[in-house]
């Protein structure tokens, strides 16, 4: 493994001084966080990420740096970048660098700033959808291999960086069809260092695992009925029983978390995302008419450690059981 290059790399991706720390701003370092900016100005987010400007940008930072950059598309409008570094002994396996290009849609309205318009405060913070999950993260690695060339540095393997679309939906036509191709495969690679969670200092943690990503989906079935009668094990009534037992559940994950006993990557988190179930009406929903069906989706991120046996357990007899009218599907996906 390449670990004194891993440990050469990881000191100079901290290029960026922590915040309030704007005095101290060489002018190397301004030029690197212009570039950052420029980048989070690029709309990614969902649902229409611009990724042929993102792409032309990453390109031209990638080909100053006298890197070799191409862009691949296994899905016409989603370019995959693989940027390269050939090493002085190619023969040896390589080092991956991965990040994604695309982001999670912004709400205008909720922002202190315009989610797109990469601002730097006085203390130096800069504020944009994407800032770290995960775009400075692909302006890091680029800027660590600039500061490592211009050092004379020649890595004995070779390098790559890849830049890709897709990720926040799961990656079906970006990494999985990468890592399925014969250009992944000709890589010969080692060693993956991906993303891992956003540091407010200049010190950067290594994270050796992730939490697993499911989506949960229960589904809840009933009577239907008027909205003036009680009825025993309604749709809603069922769902409602089941939105509580998993709420009793999170509750106690984070009271851990609060506490100080387990970091935030030690426990099962379990968050509300949607709620479907009503009959529409012109001006909204029918308010005197109990449904059928109900259905509520959950975001749950598992650590390395679960036990998935005992997990499935809990929703088969606590969260949704059977007995009352409900159903449940787990969707599993490799990237979030």
């Known amino acids: 493994m390449p670990c004194f290059f891993v440990y050469s790399l990881l000191v100079l991706l901290s290029f960026y001084p922590p915040p309030g720390a704007t005095s ?6 301004e030029e690197q966080i212009e570039r950052l ?37 296994f899905v016409p409008g989603k370019p995959l970048l693989l940027i390269s570094w050939p090493g002085s002994d190619p023969s040896l396996p390589s080092l991956l660098l991965n990040s994604h290009i695309d982001s999670v849609p912004a709400e205008p309205s909720r922002w202190l700033h315009p989610p797109f318009a990469a601002i730097r405060d006085a203390a130096g913070r800069i504020f944009a959808r994407g800032a770290q999950d995960d775009k400075s993260i692909a302006v890091q690695y680029l800027e660590a291999l ?17 830049l890709v679309p897709d990720e926040e939906i ?34 950067f943690r290594v994270f050796y695992a992730d939490r697993s ?13 008027h909205g003036s009668r009680m009825f025993d094990g309604g749709a809603m009534e069922n769902l409602m029983d089941c939105v509580e037992s998993i709420a009793r559940f999170r509750e106690s994950q984070f009271d851990q978390v609060k506490s100080g006993s387990k970091a935030a990557s030690e426990v099962i988190s379990v968050n509300p995302v949607y709620m479907k179930a009503g009959t529409p009406s012109p001006t909204g929903f029918v308010m005197n008419m109990q449904p059928s069906e109900a259905e509520v989706g959950f ?12 997990l499935k357990r809990r929703i088969d007899e606590e969260w949704a059981p ?15």
Do not use: C
């Open 322 to 336: 059977n007995i009352k009218n409900m159903t449940y599907q787990v969707r599993m996906s490799l990237l979030h």
């Open 146 to 162: 600039r500061n490592l060339k211009a050092a004379g540095f020649v890595p004995a393997r070779s390098v790559h960086i890849s």
């Open 299 to 310: 975001d749950v991120r598992l650590p390395p450690t679960t036990d998935l046996s005992v």
């Open 37 to 73: 900016q420029r980048y989070l100005r690029i709309r990614t987010a969902h649902p229409d990420p611009d990724y042929a400007a993102a792409a032309d940008f990453l390109l031209e930072v990638a080909r100053s740096i006298g890197l070799h950059a191409l862009a691949i598309e």
């Open 170 to 203: 799961g990656g079906a036509d970006g990494a999985a069809r990468f890592v399925a191709s014969e250009q992944f495969r000709a890589l010969n690679v080692g060693f993956v260092l991906d993303e891992g969670q956003a540091s407010p200092t200049d010190e």
């Open 24 to 29: 101290s701003f060489t002018p190397q370092q």
């Open 213 to 225: 990503p499911w989506s949960l989906i229960v589904r809840a079935v009933g009577a239907p009925g």
